[in-house]
């Protein structure tokens, strides 16, 4: 017998985890289940759910990594993305261990989704630009995936003493500076074409466009023209692309390949050698800056420097160093061709005699700290990142996360660089179990061995 779920809205994700609940404990089979939106399609299904057989199976339990991935998942345009989940839901049911089999066809395809609409969340919160209409402020979006709700809280906080209207094709929110409300679609014309303030906006942009930094290429791709027209910044972009890079090739001629970038890089560590955007800098010895080729393909980001880094002021030269070495040989990666460095830039730690005891960075050393690394990333440009330990996570995926929900994922952070989680090389240095100690790092290397590109 074939079932019928209609759904409320096209990202009702709450609505789909209630019913997908109730059918797996029913014990309905996926290809029994039909999934529907309310007022979508052809509307063959009518306005109403079918009800669902009485519980069969007793209650069980899912890894929360499915439940972050239903969510994402959800808000895609996919029409099978709701069967999909369910799909994998069933397969949870009966093998929890399936979520972490990065082979697994389903899930592949479940975390592709699940990055493209992450990507489409970043793109919102990047390119969304507010214009003044009538004494509030009104931004047009054209969204890939269901997101504007998702995204509405974002806007709620940053922009929460602004009246302010979102319009999209499909549905427009509103913001009057205590009530967030939705409303229907809207198309471009009903946005306001431009305000005074973009003469301002576009002085300042053009004051930050470093030719150091930019890639043509890597920019078009992360933003595309659609965007364009929302955006007063942009119709600056041909002319500024145009005189960076001919100021680039006059730049090439008089210094070494790559020397754009290694001047960015030498400025950028030149300047963390005097930080004091938090208070570690007042007990370490030095910055201890990040190091390897400015073009290289893949970024390594462990937590902080350590006791002989802080001395020595270059990344992994202790012993979590040379575990780092060992495991890069036995995964095949050259580490002269990787750039290794780390979250937060000062040692950290509590004296103990003569001794300084490592201690963990906080919440806040380690967000003062991420300028640092998001420019690192801006000239470096790597194609994949490795984030050694849960500080590494919380710095470049912006909040705190354990590493078992991220490790063994193909994760891709908020600005769609792909990257990987796997444990810190200390870790395993502090583990008195020495049999348990080997495992865990032929674990490590198989993570570093993911991280190919």
């Known amino acids: 017998m074939t079932h019928r779920v209609i759904l409320s809205r096209p990202d009702d994700v709450d609505g789909w985890r209630d019913a997908a609940r109730a059918a797996a404990l029913a014990d309905v089979a996926p290809d029994a289940l039909l999934w529907a939106v309310e007022g979508e399609g052809d509307d063959l299904f009518g306005g109403t759910s079918d009800p669902l057989p009485a519980v069969a199976r007793p209650p069980f339990v899912v890894p929360k990594r499915f439940l972050d991935l239903a969510g994402h998942v959800a808000l895609h345009r ?101 009530t967030l409300r939705e409303g229907p679609g809207a198309v ?29 290429g890597t920019m078009l791709k992360e933003m595309p023209r659609k965007y364009w027209a929302n955006m007063p910044e942009t119709a600056l972009i041909p002319r500024l692309v145009a005189g960076a890079q001919a100021r680039e090739t006059r730049m090439v001629e008089r210094i070494v390949p790559g020397g754009n970038a290694i001047k960015a890089w030498e400025a950028l560590r030149d300047e963390a050698a005097h930080c004091t955007r938090c208070g570690l800098y007042r007990c370490a010895t030095q910055t201890v800056f990040g190091e390897g080729p400015v073009d290289a393909d893949i970024m390594i980001v462990g937590e ?25 040989e036995e995964a095949g990666l050259d580490r002269s ?41 801006a000239i470096i440009a790597p194609k994949r990142i490795v984030m050694l330990g849960t500080t590494a996570i919380h710095s470049l995926m912006g909040k705190a996360l354990t590493l078992s929900s ?48």
């Open 304 to 328: 902080q420097p350590g006791d002989q880094e802080d001395l020595a002021g270059k990344p992994f030269v202790g012993p979590a160093g040379r575990m780092l070495d060992r495991a890069f």
């Open 78 to 178: 996919d029409p099978e993305r709701f069967a999909l989940l369910y799909a994998m839901l069933c397969r949870l049911r009966d093998d929890p261990a399936v979520i972490d089999d990065q082979a697994d066809p389903l899930r592949r395809r479940l975390e592709s989704l699940a990055g493209e609409v992450r990507r489409d969340i970043h793109k919102m919160r990047a390119f969304v630009r507010f214009r003044e209409l009538d004494g509030a402020y009104v931004a047009w979006f054209e969204p890939d995936h269901h997101v504007v709700r998702a995204n509405a809280g974002f806007f709620q906080r940053r922009f929460a003493t602004m009246r302010w209207s979102i319009l999209t094709p499909g549905l427009s929110i509103h913001w009057d500076g205590e």
């Open 406 to 453: 991220q490790r063994g994922q193909a994760l891709t952070l908020p600005d769609g660089t792909a990257a990987l989680a796997t444990v810190h090389p200390s870790f395993l240095l502090r583990m008195p179990d020495r049999d348990r100690a080997e495992e865990e790092y032929a674990l490590f290397v198989k993570d570093l061995k993911a991280a190919v590109v």
């Open 337 to 377: 061709r990787a750039y290794v460095t780390n979250a937060v830039k000062h040692f950290k730690f509590e004296p103990r005699g003569k001794r300084r005891i490592h201690s963990k960075p906080n919440a806040g050393e380690i967000k003062a700290c991420r300028w640092w690394i998001d420019q690192e990333r």
């Open 188 to 216: 471009r014309a009903d946005a306001s074409a431009g305000d005074p303030v973009e003469a301002l906006w576009k002085g300042y942009y053009a004051s930050i466009f470093n030719p150091a930094r930019l890639k043509v």
